[in-house]
């Protein structure tokens, strides 16, 4: 991908931009690979081939290489964990199925360390919190020209943009991370009833006896904790995605360094190495921090303790 045709700005911002698909409105001028201008006689649903139609296409367009890897991975953890539970026995397990109940155990004792409740949702979904966004965050580990390259090859296009790791994109990571949220705000109002949720974001943390003095209190708590309810997803989302995107970025940096030279092509050898080594610790690590937050929040949305 650092070819003749790219500068190494280009290069980055090639590796950083995801195959989009939305709808161009009539009147719009398009540019073909060969530089020739065409205007779009009617509305016209299309991939995007540049920075200019991607910003066109609006909030409405579509992340195809996001949804396909999540997707994809999504289906890969399903296929293998219903593979070994197909095959488990009472016996001692082997290989695979060995490794899997050590991630059901692991789990399972994260969850009944902060989860005190009765939920039989909770412990699926933090197994498949972990796994899934695990396998997503592992794709940062595949050397960034390998897939890219092989769809430019395949399509014919020199600038088609394909990523490969679908938690360097906000709208997979904001996306579970408001799913999360709603199943928090749904459990509160179950558990403690659309009331005792009001009550929640607008008796607390200030509270007097009087009622008289509750009025003026009301819409200072409810700022308050309407700011910190919705700030839990906002971070969720956004601190994974914001450590998986700087990894993915210096795994870009690093590449276009092979490009310089002998000197620096040797050097970045060692430090993409280095780099995919240490970076294996954040993965699983990112993994394991939006599995426990998510659990922490469930217990919360489940605590009717009138004190909090």
């Known amino acids: 991908m650092a070819g003749d045709t790219l500068t190494t700005e280009s290069y980055i911002k090639h590796h950083l931009t995801n195959m989009t698909y939305g709808k161009l409105p009539a009147g719009f001028t398009r540019t073909d690979a060969h530089g020739e201008q065409h205007t779009l006689a009617q509305d016209t649903w299309t991939l995007a081939h540049n920075d200019a139609?991607?910003?066109?296409?609006?909030?409405?367009s579509v992340h195809v290489d996001s949804m396909f890897w999540s997707i994809a991975?999504?289906?890969?953890?399903?296929f293998i964990f219903r593979k070994v539970a197909k095959t488990a026995t009472a016996g001692v397990p082997k290989g695979l199925n060995n490794f899997i109940e050590m991630v059901i155990g692991f789990i399972d004792t994260n969850v009944k360390d902060t989860f005190h409740y009765k939920n039989t949702l909770v412990a699926p979904l933090a197994l498949t919190i972990f796994i899934w966004v695990f396998l997503m965050n592992l794709m940062d580990l595949v050397?960034?020209?390998?897939?890219?390259?092989?769809?430019?090859w395949a399509t014919g296009d020199p600038h088609f943009f394909f990523k490969v790791v679908p938690t360097t994109d906000p709208n997979v990571t904001l996306g579970m991370a408001f799913t999360v949220f709603g199943l928090m705000v749904f459990f509160s109002i179950?558990?403690?009833?659309?009331?005792?949720?009001?009550?929640?974001?607008?008796?607390?943390?200030?509270?007097?006896?009087?009622?008289y003095v509750n009025v003026f209190l009301i819409p200072v708590n409810f700022v308050l904790e309407f700011v910190s309810?919705?700030?839990?997803?906002?971070?969720?989302g956004l601190r994974l995605f914001g450590n998986l995107y700087a990894g993915e970025m210096i795994f870009i940096l690093i590449a276009a360094m092979f490009g310089a030279g002998l000197f620096l092509g040797v050097l970045a050898g060692f430090l993409q190495l280095?780099?995919?080594?240490?970076?294996?610790?954040?993965?699983?690590?990112q993994a394991f921090v939006f599995m426990v937050l998510t659990i922490v929040y469930m217990a919360m949305a489940h605590d009717v303790d009138e004190e909090h």
Do not use: Y
């Open 53 to 60: 139609e991607i910003a066109e296409m609006g909030f409405m």
């Open 73 to 78: 991975l999504g289906l890969l953890f399903a």
């Open 143 to 152: 050397p960034v020209d390998w897939i890219p390259e092989l769809m430019m």
């Open 190 to 211: 179950q558990q403690k009833g659309i009331m005792g949720f009001i009550k929640e974001l607008t008796l607390h943390p200030f509270h007097a006896p009087k009622w």
């Open 229 to 236: 309810l919705i700030a839990k997803p906002i971070s969720l």
């Open 274 to 285: 280095g780099w995919a080594i240490f970076h294996i610790l954040v993965i699983a690590l």
